[in-house]
């Protein structure tokens, strides 16, 4: 009977040392992984540092442009109230010669009679 707990104790050492190197293997195993996870967590926050700057680079760039745009567009309404005004001029002067040519020419008229 002493030989059958002696060999039944070895068989639960055997089993107690695998279950131990099991666990160790184990906890190799977890710490590992929660490395990879650590660095998969760092790309990740990488990534979105990147990610917003890129659209922060991008909102910047759509602001000038649109600056811009608005600076264009504010001459070409100058330069058009401007060309307006002179076409107007034109148009006064042009109606004031002829009707100093009306008259001339009604004048003209008279004067022959």
């Keep these: 009977q002493r030989n ?4 039944e104790l070895e ?12 666990t160790a293997a184990q906890m190799d195993l977890n710490k590992k992984r929660e490395m990879e996870l650590q660095k998969l ?5 990488d990534q979105a540092m990147q990610g917003e700057a ?4 991008l909102r910047k760039k759509q602001q000038d442009a649109t600056n811009e745009l608005s ?5 070409l309404t100058k330069a ?11 148009r ?3 109606d004031d010669i002829a ?3 009306e008259g001339m020419t009604r004048s003209k008229q008279n004067a022959e009679k």
């Design 92 to 94: 006064s002067e042009l």
């Design 41 to 45: 967590r760092r790309d990740l926050d």
């Design 11 to 22: 068989e639960l050492s055997d089993r107690l040392d695998e279950a131990g190197g099991a």
């Design 99 to 101: 009707s100093q040519l």
């Design 54 to 57: 890129a659209q922060a680079a």
């Design 71 to 75: 600076d264009q567009l504010d001459q």
């Design 4 to 7: 059958e707990l002696q060999h």
């Design 80 to 90: 058009k109230q401007k060309v307006e005004k002179e076409k107007q001029q034109l």
